[in-house]
Protein backbone atom coordinates (compact mmCIF):
# COMPACT_ATOMS: atom_id res chain seq x y z
CA UNK A 1 0.00 0.00 0.00
CA UNK A 2 1.15 3.45 -1.10
CA UNK A 3 2.13 5.63 1.52
CA UNK A 4 0.56 9.31 1.95
CA UNK A 5 2.45 12.55 1.49
CA UNK A 6 0.91 13.10 5.52
CA UNK A 7 2.55 9.52 6.14
CA UNK A 8 5.93 10.04 4.83
CA UNK A 9 6.09 14.21 6.72
CA UNK A 10 4.77 12.55 10.12
CA UNK A 11 7.59 9.29 9.46
CA UNK A 12 10.05 11.91 8.72
CA UNK A 13 9.32 14.00 11.97
CA UNK A 14 9.90 10.95 14.24
CA UNK A 15 13.01 10.35 12.38
CA UNK A 16 14.37 13.72 12.61
CA UNK A 17 12.89 15.22 15.91
CA UNK A 18 15.45 12.75 18.40
CA UNK A 19 18.42 13.54 15.92
CA UNK A 20 17.69 17.25 17.40
CA UNK A 21 17.38 16.39 20.74
CA UNK A 22 13.46 16.67 20.97
CA UNK A 23 11.95 13.27 22.36
CA UNK A 24 8.02 13.47 21.87
CA UNK A 25 7.81 10.11 24.18
CA UNK A 26 8.76 12.24 26.99
CA UNK A 27 5.94 14.10 28.87
CA UNK A 28 4.66 15.60 31.89
CA UNK A 29 1.23 15.82 31.46
CA UNK A 30 0.88 18.09 34.84
CA UNK A 31 3.28 20.46 33.67
CA UNK A 32 2.05 20.89 30.16
CA UNK A 33 -1.68 22.27 31.92
CA UNK A 34 0.14 24.33 34.34
CA UNK A 35 2.09 26.49 31.39
CA UNK A 36 -1.35 26.84 29.68
CA UNK A 37 -0.90 29.04 26.45
CA UNK A 38 2.62 28.67 26.74
CA UNK A 39 2.84 24.98 25.76
CA UNK A 40 1.31 25.90 22.29
CA UNK A 41 4.82 27.07 21.32
CA UNK A 42 6.11 23.81 21.77
CA UNK A 43 6.36 20.67 19.02
CA UNK A 44 2.80 18.59 20.27
CA UNK A 45 1.85 20.71 22.85
CA UNK A 46 4.48 19.11 25.38
CA UNK A 47 7.65 21.19 26.94
CA UNK A 48 10.61 19.79 25.73
CA UNK A 49 12.19 17.35 28.20
CA UNK A 50 15.74 15.11 28.12
CA UNK A 51 16.98 18.66 26.47
CA UNK A 52 18.73 21.75 27.40
CA UNK A 53 17.05 24.81 27.62
CA UNK A 54 19.26 28.58 27.95
CA UNK A 55 18.28 31.86 30.28
CA UNK A 56 19.11 34.92 29.94
CA UNK A 57 19.22 37.62 32.65
CA UNK A 58 20.26 40.75 32.57
CA UNK A 59 21.02 42.10 36.10
CA UNK A 60 20.13 40.87 39.81
CA UNK A 61 16.58 41.09 39.15
CA UNK A 62 15.88 39.52 36.08
CA UNK A 63 18.23 36.72 37.62
CA UNK A 64 15.89 36.04 40.49
CA UNK A 65 13.14 36.64 38.00
CA UNK A 66 14.53 33.88 35.82
CA UNK A 67 15.42 31.64 39.06
CA UNK A 68 11.36 31.98 40.21
CA UNK A 69 9.83 30.60 37.04
CA UNK A 70 12.66 27.60 36.39
CA UNK A 71 11.95 26.69 40.29
CA UNK A 72 8.57 26.36 39.30
CA UNK A 73 8.93 24.12 36.37
CA UNK A 74 11.24 22.01 38.42
CA UNK A 75 8.65 21.74 41.28
CA UNK A 76 6.52 19.82 38.61
CA UNK A 77 9.64 17.87 37.27
CA UNK A 78 10.53 16.89 40.94
CA UNK A 79 7.18 15.32 41.91
CA UNK A 80 7.40 11.86 43.73
CA UNK A 81 10.75 13.11 45.73
CA UNK A 82 12.70 13.77 42.17
CA UNK A 83 16.12 15.69 43.18
CA UNK A 84 17.89 18.25 41.48
CA UNK A 85 21.13 19.49 41.07
CA UNK A 86 21.85 22.91 41.27
CA UNK A 87 25.29 23.91 39.88
CA UNK A 88 26.73 27.57 40.40
CA UNK A 89 29.98 29.76 41.93
CA UNK A 90 27.61 31.69 44.06
CA UNK A 91 24.78 30.61 45.47
CA UNK A 92 22.15 33.05 45.46
CA UNK A 93 19.06 30.42 46.40
CA UNK A 94 17.54 31.21 49.58
CA UNK A 95 16.53 27.62 50.01
CA UNK A 96 13.23 27.86 52.48
CA UNK A 97 11.53 30.10 49.84
CA UNK A 98 11.98 27.18 47.58
CA UNK A 99 8.77 25.71 49.51
CA UNK A 100 6.86 28.49 48.39
CA UNK A 101 7.10 26.91 44.59
CA UNK A 102 6.46 23.55 45.62
CA UNK A 103 9.72 22.32 46.19
CA UNK A 104 11.48 20.19 48.90
CA UNK A 105 14.99 22.17 50.08
CA UNK A 106 16.18 18.79 50.66
CA UNK A 107 15.56 17.30 47.21
CA UNK A 108 17.73 20.39 45.62
CA UNK A 109 21.81 19.63 46.18
CA UNK A 110 23.89 22.59 46.06
CA UNK A 111 27.57 21.93 44.26
CA UNK A 112 29.34 25.22 44.65
CA UNK A 113 32.69 25.39 42.67
CA UNK A 114 35.54 27.76 42.58
CA UNK A 115 36.15 28.41 39.30
CA UNK A 116 33.29 29.26 36.62
CA UNK A 117 34.97 26.71 34.38
CA UNK A 118 34.30 24.10 36.00
CA UNK A 119 30.96 24.49 36.10
CA UNK A 120 30.01 23.14 32.17
CA UNK A 121 32.03 20.23 32.98
CA UNK A 122 30.48 19.22 36.41
CA UNK A 123 27.05 19.92 34.86
CA UNK A 124 27.74 17.38 31.60
CA UNK A 125 28.59 14.96 34.50
CA UNK A 126 25.25 15.71 36.27
CA UNK A 127 23.67 15.21 33.16
CA UNK A 128 24.82 12.04 32.44
CA UNK A 129 23.35 10.47 35.50
CA UNK A 130 20.10 9.28 34.66
CA UNK A 131 18.22 9.37 38.42
CA UNK A 132 17.87 13.28 38.43
CA UNK A 133 14.69 15.02 37.85
CA UNK A 134 16.87 18.06 36.67
CA UNK A 135 20.25 19.75 36.44
CA UNK A 136 20.54 23.51 36.92
CA UNK A 137 23.98 25.19 36.12
CA UNK A 138 24.79 29.15 36.28
CA UNK A 139 27.44 30.60 34.10
CA UNK A 140 28.00 33.58 32.23
CA UNK A 141 29.30 32.22 28.79
CA UNK A 142 28.13 28.82 26.71
CA UNK A 143 29.81 28.21 23.40
CA UNK A 144 28.03 26.21 20.73
CA UNK A 145 30.57 23.53 21.42
CA UNK A 146 29.76 23.67 25.02
CA UNK A 147 26.00 23.60 24.23
CA UNK A 148 26.40 20.67 21.99
CA UNK A 149 28.21 18.46 24.43
CA UNK A 150 25.61 19.20 27.31
CA UNK A 151 22.65 18.12 24.90
CA UNK A 152 24.47 14.85 23.48
CA UNK A 153 24.87 13.99 27.53
CA UNK A 154 20.88 14.57 27.53
CA UNK A 155 20.11 12.59 24.73
CA UNK A 156 21.28 9.46 26.60
CA UNK A 157 19.92 10.04 29.83
CA UNK A 158 17.02 11.85 28.98
CA UNK A 159 17.49 14.63 32.26
CA UNK A 160 16.71 17.84 31.72
CA UNK A 161 18.78 20.62 31.79
CA UNK A 162 18.56 24.73 32.57
CA UNK A 163 21.51 27.22 31.61
CA UNK A 164 20.89 30.35 33.51
CA UNK A 165 23.14 33.06 32.34
CA UNK A 166 23.81 36.05 33.90
CA UNK A 167 24.90 39.13 32.23
CA UNK A 168 26.15 37.20 29.27
CA UNK A 169 28.84 39.12 27.03
CA UNK A 170 27.48 38.35 23.90
CA UNK A 171 24.46 35.57 22.44
CA UNK A 172 25.67 33.14 20.15
CA UNK A 173 23.93 30.27 18.27
CA UNK A 174 23.97 27.41 20.89
CA UNK A 175 22.70 23.65 20.57
CA UNK A 176 19.90 24.64 23.17
CA UNK A 177 16.07 23.88 22.24
CA UNK A 178 14.76 27.42 23.78
CA UNK A 179 15.99 30.40 24.59
CA UNK A 180 14.09 32.25 27.46
CA UNK A 181 13.87 35.69 29.09
CA UNK A 182 11.99 36.48 31.79
CA UNK A 183 11.55 39.47 33.61
CA UNK A 184 9.45 40.59 36.30
CA UNK A 185 6.16 43.05 35.75
CA UNK A 186 3.63 44.63 38.10
CA UNK A 187 1.64 42.20 40.41
CA UNK A 188 -2.03 42.88 42.28
CA UNK A 189 -3.06 42.42 45.28
CA UNK A 190 -4.10 38.85 46.27
CA UNK A 191 -8.43 38.35 46.40
CA UNK A 192 -8.96 42.50 46.77
CA UNK A 193 -6.78 42.61 50.06
CA UNK A 194 -4.26 45.68 50.31
CA UNK A 195 -0.64 44.72 50.04
CA UNK A 196 1.39 43.01 47.49
CA UNK A 197 0.22 40.45 44.73
CA UNK A 198 1.91 37.09 43.67
CA UNK A 199 5.56 37.17 42.20
CA UNK A 200 4.51 38.13 38.17
CA UNK A 201 6.64 37.81 35.49
CA UNK A 202 6.52 38.32 31.39
CA UNK A 203 7.91 35.34 30.39
CA UNK A 204 9.79 35.51 26.45
CA UNK A 205 10.65 32.28 24.55
CA UNK A 206 12.72 34.35 21.83
CA UNK A 207 13.68 30.81 20.02
CA UNK A 208 12.00 27.08 20.16
CA UNK A 209 13.77 24.34 17.77
CA UNK A 210 10.31 23.04 15.99
CA UNK A 211 8.28 25.07 17.68
CA UNK A 212 6.64 29.13 17.31
CA UNK A 213 8.56 31.45 19.92
CA UNK A 214 6.35 34.07 21.64
CA UNK A 215 5.57 35.84 25.02
CA UNK A 216 3.21 35.80 28.27
CA UNK A 217 2.18 37.41 31.75
CA UNK A 218 2.53 34.54 33.98
CA UNK A 219 2.08 34.60 37.82
CA UNK A 220 2.48 32.14 40.34
CA UNK A 221 0.14 30.96 43.15
CA UNK A 222 -1.21 28.37 44.70
CA UNK A 223 2.02 26.39 43.41
CA UNK A 224 0.95 26.82 39.81
CA UNK A 225 1.51 28.84 36.94
CA UNK A 226 -1.37 31.55 36.12
CA UNK A 227 -2.24 33.62 33.20
CA UNK A 228 -3.44 36.86 34.37
CA UNK A 229 -5.80 38.92 32.05
CA UNK A 230 -4.50 42.21 33.53
CA UNK A 231 -1.72 44.10 35.69
CA UNK A 232 -1.64 47.30 37.90
CA UNK A 233 1.59 49.26 39.31
CA UNK A 234 1.83 47.32 42.35
CA UNK A 235 5.48 45.64 42.38
CA UNK A 236 6.59 42.66 44.71
CA UNK A 237 9.88 41.22 45.44
CA UNK A 238 10.74 38.32 44.80
CA UNK A 239 11.75 36.11 47.46
CA UNK A 240 13.27 33.27 45.78
CA UNK A 241 16.95 35.02 45.49
CA UNK A 242 19.25 36.65 48.75
CA UNK A 243 21.23 39.54 48.41
CA UNK A 244 24.62 38.47 46.51
CA UNK A 245 26.32 41.67 47.12
Given at each position: ?10 RL??E ?15 L????G ?14 A?H ?8 D ?7 V?G ?8 N??V ?5 V ?5 PA???L???P????F ?7 E ?7 A?K???F ?9 L?F??S ?9 S ?5 I?R ?27 I ?5 P??RV??S???NG ?15 H????T ?6 P??KN??
Amino acid sequence: MNSTKADIIARLRREVLPLQGLRPALNNKTLNAALGPIRHAFHGGSFPLGAIHEFVANGMEDAAATSGFVGGVLSFLMQNNGVVIWISTVRTIFPPALKLLGIAPENLVFIDLKKETEILWAMEEALKCEGFSAVVGETKELSFTASRRLQLAVEQSHVTGFILRRNPRKLEASACVSRWKIVSIPSEPADGIPGVGYPRWRVELSKIRNGKPGSWEVEWASAEFRHPAKRTLIVRELPFQKNAG
